[in-house]
């Protein structure tokens, strides 16, 4: 039996998953996410009072804005991608990261490279396996892979609009695989800015009074250093934070349980143990998925939980965080991968644990 019948989650409709699919699908690298970021709001307004951004295109909506105690739900909005670096006089484009960008992954990618003119295609030339030398084989480095946009001189290269700053994605899409898994790129993090934004429909639906101010916060800039979350806690300075981003399925061939965890897709939120964890907020969250036959998993870090959740916790004198992790395979590549049973159950626990906070709740270790 699956947990979703087994807790009896309905959660994520047609229309629900519709807007999932157009908001993976549309570009949204670092520095870049505002036509995602818009499509975002365009989908959460109906279920909140009231919503704003920042200067960078950090997107919140909030529910009871006049409250003075404040609760985050939060998710990061960016993917990883490439910037044009330089531009070789036969017209071939060599690159630098925008985030975390897995060269390794990149030879005979499609990809669309963004312009002041439209998008202009492109793909990751490689050498065929006929003419390399096997007893030299060369792997994909930053010196070595390129972009080849089907042209003859850097001339043509910039007549299309592409210059040194341009920023570029991969094309792969949104797929349900098995009907088991949703698949895509820049599944790490927005299908946590979809699972946020489903608490409010959910909180919505439920027709849901909450005493405090609930703000559902869709951040920027998460893969160069948590940027945006770190500019948005200071601004609206929350009494508590719970975040969500993706952490690693350890189940497929290649990964370390030893090193990464015993953590499988399909058996619920991972919910982690760090420094930057408040522990009373955390036993909080463990009590909303035992008291709703929730199931989840446990993970432990050393230092940073290296999420949004450390850019909260250790903002504006101290602001009381969790991270609730959705398991993914495939981090960083453009098949990332999540059981759908583990999506409705972060979206259930997020809900379910916003509702057992009280107003003006004091967590402190010391009182």
Known sequence: MSNTKKNKLSLINDPSLKFLESYINNP?????????????????????????????????????????????????ADE????????????????????????????????????????VKAVFGWPA?????????????????????????????????????????YEDEFMVMNNRYYVGRALDNRIGGFM????????????????????IVNSVQEEVGLRGAEMIANRIKPNVAIVTDVTHDTQTPMMSKITSGDIACGKGPVLTYGP???NNLLDLIINAA??????????????????????FAYSSGGIVSALISLPLRYMHTTVESVHKDD?????????????????NQDFRYIK
């Open 28 to 76: 949204s690298p670092t520095g870049f996410e505002w036509e995602g970021q818009k499509l975002w709001l365009n989908y959460i307004k109906p279920f909140v009072d009231e919503h704003f951004t920042d200067n960078y295109g950090t997107a919140v909506a909030v529910i009871n804005p006049k409250a003075a105690y404040k609760v985050v739900i939060e998710a990061h």
């Open 80 to 119: 990883i991608s490439w910037f044009v670096h330089y531009i070789t006089k036969d017209g071939f484009i060599y690159l630098k990261r925008n985030g975390g960008s897995d060269h390794q992954i990149a030879p005979s990618k499609r990809v669309n490279i963004h312009t002041k003119k439209g998008i």
């Open 129 to 169: 396996i006929h003419v390399r030398d096997a007893a030299k084989e060369e792997v994909p480095t930053l010196k070595n892979i390129f972009l080849d946009c089907g042209c003859k001189s850097d001339k043509e290269v910039e007549a299309l609009g592409v210059h040194v700053g341009c920023v570029i994605t």
């Open 196 to 215: 946020i934004a489903e608490v409010a429909r959910l909180l919505k639906q439920q027709k849901t009074k909450l005493p405090f101010g609930l703000y």
């Open 276 to 278: 930057a964890v408040h």
């Open 290 to 311: 035992d008291k709703n036959k929730i199931p989840f998993q446990r993970a432990a870090v050393s230092r940073a939980t290296g999420t949004d959740t450390d850019a």
């Open 343 to 359: 999506v409705e159950s972060v979206i259930k626990l997020i809900t379910e644990s916003v509702k057992a906070i009280k107003n």
